[in-house]
């Protein structure tokens, strides 16, 4: 399976909570759940940082289509201070991806200790999302909590990279060895780790931005 992952909100910020944004939060997240991705060996694509949602889903479209492959989108939630729990949305109607999104969920709950939930799309206060909807291959949008509680997002985007992990079936190494299987990448990209428009897998010198 391919994995395509997108940071949402990247072009207009999103939520906002304090010094706290959810495009740049998002970036983090996406950037480090590739890395854990790759170091695994999985074909991993990262969507440029620099799209908005249609382009988004343009882009993805340009070059990818069919069940072989799976679009991720990551964001992050607002509205509460207390409430802490991961979402994972998919296309109403859509059973395959219901499934899909049930066990993502479940791994996201299991990686990061939060309650979780799948839901469909209609459960939104838009009422429908376009990641989901428009993309030619299955396209989940993950709510990483809320914008409101504070995260160590590069462990966030650990996590995330290890729930996809799981639920791909691919034993999760131990952090010592994934470090010791990838130093270039570290040492290449520097501490933010940058994946934009990277199209795996492994291969990270030329698309490091």
Not at 47 to 69: C, M, S
Not at 118 to 134: E, N
Request: aromatic fraction near 6%; charge should be negative; charged fraction near 20%.
């Amino acid at each position: 399976m391919h994995i395509i992952l997108a940071a949402g909100h990247v072009e207009s910020t999103g939520a906002i909570f304090g010094p706290e944004r959810e495009g740049a939060d998002a970036i983090i997240q996406v950037d480090a759940a590739a890395h854990v991705l790759a170091a695994h060996g999985v074909s991993v694509t990262v969507v440029p940082h620099d799209l908005d949602y249609v382009d988004t889903v343009k882009w993805i479209n340009a070059r990818y289509f069919g069940q072989e492959h799976l679009a991720i989108e990551v964001h992050k939630n607002a509205g509460s201070t207390t409430a802490r729990r991961v979402e994972v949305y998919y296309a109403a109607g859509d059973i395959a991806d219901q499934q899909r999104a049930i066990n993502l969920a479940g791994h996201l709950g299991a990686e990061t200790g939060l309650p979780f939930m799948a839901m469909p799309d209609t459960a939104t206060h838009v009422g429908k999302l376009y990641f989901c909807r428009g993309t030619l291959v299955p396209a989940l949008l993950v709510e990483m909590n809320f914008i409101e509680q504070p995260d160590n997002e590069v462990e966030m985007g650990k996590q995330l990279g290890r729930a996809i992990l799981k639920y791909m079936g691919i034993p999760i190494k131990a952090e010592k060895e994934l470090e010791e299987d990838m130093p270039d990448i570290q040492e290449k990209t520097g501490m933010a780790m940058r994946f934009s428009g990277y199209d795996g897998p492994i291969e990270l010198v030329d698309h490091a931005g």
